[in-house]
């Protein structure tokens, strides 16, 4: 592999360009938003810089970052022969964004989609390289993850899984295979989990450090589904429940008012210093990973 493209620089974005970057690939890392792409590159350098402490390798943050062309022109994806798309969980966004990527991104290059929930073979059918088109699930924080769900959309060619099992074993993780369905397997059951966890909190049933504890203690769960939520993103667990509702056409998805509201009072978790738990300033470590956040907030308490 020479060069492989990431675009989207949020939370997953930054993990995937880090964890390319560790195995040695030349990275292209892009987002439309330059405080996104600052913020990814300061991210990987604090993480690069605590990778031991936190049970990773030792790692050289300034051969780290050297591998790593970032900024806001997707002309920077020209020639990637892989390119790792992580942009927003919103179909109009990277609907936008794949139509775009289609004519700048060499046409030999294949396109890897990771969403949370959004069907491969819908997101393939907005370009015209449908057989070198594949869903890779990862898991947060990329890093220190060992396995992804690996997701074939209907045209996908043998070839072009070959190269990204290929790039995944490079980057230390387990491919797990699973079929193209929406939510695939880790979140139709995660994704409501987290929502029913959180209309127990909007009912009043519990707070949210009561909700966490219960599946810590009773269930020996690391982490509670709401410390979940803050890690993954609350906006994101919204956006990944209105797609699954959206496209079962079933109310037991239907999303948790406390989610939308939380989304948009910029309640994001981690990555906003806010969100079912309070972090203090902005998480500038998305590897920053332990039993959840100091103390609930007051809109969850
Ligand atoms: P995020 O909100 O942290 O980051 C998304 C980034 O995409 C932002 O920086 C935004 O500026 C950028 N973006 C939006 N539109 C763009 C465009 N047209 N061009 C370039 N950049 C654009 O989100 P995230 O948590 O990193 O999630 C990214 C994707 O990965 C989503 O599809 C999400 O469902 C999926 N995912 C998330 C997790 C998780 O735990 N957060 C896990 C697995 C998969």
């Known amino acids: 592999m020479t060069l492989v493209g990431v675009v989207g620089a949020g939370v997953m974005g930054a993990g995937v360009a880090q964890n390319l970057a560790q195995a040695g690939h030349d990275v292209a890392l892009v987002d ?4 996104a792409v600052t913020k990814a590159l300061s991210t990987i350098e604090l993480n690069s810089r605590m990778s031991r402490l936190l049970g990773g390798p030792e790692l050289d943050p300034d051969t780290i970052l050297g591998r790593i062309k970032a900024g806001t022109d997707l002309a920077l994806l020209a020639d990637a022969d892989l390119v790792i798309e992580n942009i927003t969980e919103n179909w109009e966004l990277k609907r936008g964004l794949y139509l775009e990527m289609d004519h700048t991104v060499q046409p030999d290059a294949v396109f890897v989609a990771n969403t949370s929930a959004i069907p491969i ?62 939510g695939f397997v880790s979140n139709r059951v995660l994704m409501l989990t987290v929502n029913e966890a959180a209309f127990l909190v909007h009912e009043g049933v519990a707070d949210a450090e009561t909700v966490d504890e219960v599946f810590r203690s009773c269930f020996g769960h690391p ?41 948009d009072a910029g309640l994001h978790g981690r990555k906003s210093g806010q969100g079912f ?23 969850t308490r």
């Not at 390289?129 to 690996?150: I, S, T, Y």
């Not at 998480?283 to 100091?294: M, Q």
């Open 32 to 35: 439309n938003t330059p405080q």
């Open 121 to 182: 073979t819908r997101l393939a059918s907005l370009t015209t390289r449908p057989r070198q088109f594949v869903g890779v699930h990862f898991m947060n924080p990329v890093p220190m993850k060992p396995a992804v769900e690996l997701i074939p959309g209907h045209h996908t060619s043998p070839e072009a899984l070959e190269k990204v099992r290929d790039l995944l074993t490079s980057m230390g993780k387990k491919a797990i295979p699973v079929n193209d369905a929406c």
């Open 223 to 263: 982490m509670g589904p709401l410390q979940t939520a803050d890690l993954i993103g609350v906006d994101t667990i919204l956006y990944s429940i209105e797609v699954l509702h959206e496209h079962f056409a079933d109310s037991k998805y239907r999303p948790c008012p406390l989610l939308k509201q939380m989304t």
């Open 277 to 299: 738990y309070s972090y203090g300033a902005p998480a500038a470590s998305s590897a920053a990973v332990d039993s959840g956040g100091s103390r609930p907030t007051a809109a």
